[in-house]
């Protein structure tokens, strides 16, 4: 009895030492003193590792956010147990209605493709060759299916993205979308606009796995930057860096091409224009002076049109 009352006294006193001063010391002896008794707890309810983790660091987060309003007198193993049961019991919930929210999603995909009788290829024809093909679009393109299929956003928010208004975003994507499911087409994947704009917005998004979001961590970025070498995500990184260059350096040689082509066309065009206009007066040279140009008008382009 004594010595669980100096236990209690002990863990109140370190509780007490965070609240009052954020002491890490005070929390990493609670850490070490109680974490495998949660944890136990935790698996034992959700029997998986990994939502257990998840549920200890949410027990724990929640100590460091009620540390001050703990009253004197609690036993704070109980505190936690007490904690680790109804976080278990919160963490089958989500996991739950995160599994019906997935089937729904599935099931309302899959019937999104039935009811189009157009809908001749399968999706999964289609993952396999949908990036390829929206890369194939053009940048203003495949920005407009990135922010409306990919990222879910509403028209207003595609408009804001890319700086039109409304209507204009509407049309982009209309025409995009088309030009996506004709670049499927001459794979031979035949499917309605509609059916594959649905099938898109509900099957591209999935939930980043939480290790995923670890390594995401700022700290762990800069980690992964310095480090770099042999690492693969640094290794990817650079490849794509020098990816992404040569895709800007090939867009504006393109568009410097088209450029010189369309001036091109517009110098052929007046070098045309000059001709028809030599035409018309050479053919006014067989009438009659008094009937056609003047006399010394004629005489003087005489020479110039003879060379056309």
């Given amino acids: 009895m004594i010595r669980q009352m100096v236990q209690a006294a002990d ?5 007490r030492d965070y609240a009052r001063t954020g002491s890490e010391a005070a929390f990493a002896a609670l850490v070490a003193r109680h974490a495998g008794m949660v944890y136990g707890a935790c698996l034992r309810q959700l029997r998986r590792a990994d939502l257990a983790e998840d549920a200890t660091q949410a027990v724990f987060l929640l100590l ?42 599935a099931e309302m995909a899959e019937r999104q493709m039935r009811q189009n009788q157009e809908n001749r290829a399968s999706w999964s024809q289609i993952v396999p060759v949908l990036d390829d093909a929206i890369a194939g679009l053009n940048a203003r393109d495949r920005e407009a299916v990135v922010l409306r299929f990919l990222e879910r956003q509403s028209f207003a928010q595609v408009a804001r993205s890319m700086g039109v208004t409304e209507d204009a975003a509407q ?15 001459r794979r031979g994947l035949v ?22 979001m670890r390594s995401l961590n700022l700290n762990a970025i800069r980690a992964a930057d310095i480090e770099s070498g042999d690492d693969l995500p640094a ?3 650079d490849q794509t860096s020098d990816s992404l260059m040569w895709e800007a350096i090939r867009g504006n040689f393109v568009t410097g091409l088209v450029a010189a082509a ?24 067989s009438v009659p002076a008094e009937e056609g140009a003047p006399p010394r008008l004629v005489d003087r382009l005489a020479p110039w049109i003879g060379k056309h």
């Fill in 262 to 285: 369309l001036l091109l066309s517009a110098s052929v065009g007046i070098h045309q224009s000059v001709i028809r206009s030599a035409e018309v007066l050479r053919a006014s040279m």
């Fill in 64 to 105: 460091h956010r009620k540390a001050a309003a703990i009253s004197d007198g609690t036993v704070l193993a109980g505190w936690l147990y007490n904690a680790a049961t109804h976080t278990s019991k919160n963490a089958i919930r989500m996991e739950n209605r995160r599994r019906i929210h997935e089937r729904q999603a």
């Fill in 171 to 185: 049309m982009r994507v209309s025409r995009a979308l088309n030009k996506l499911r004709a670049l499927l087409g």
């Fill in 235 to 237: 290794q990817l990184a």
């Fill in 191 to 212: 499917i309605s606009a509609a059916a594959l704009g649905g099938a898109v917005r509900a099957s591209a998004a999935y939930p980043a796995p939480e290790s995923v």
């Fill in 11 to 15: 863990d109140l006193s370190l509780v």
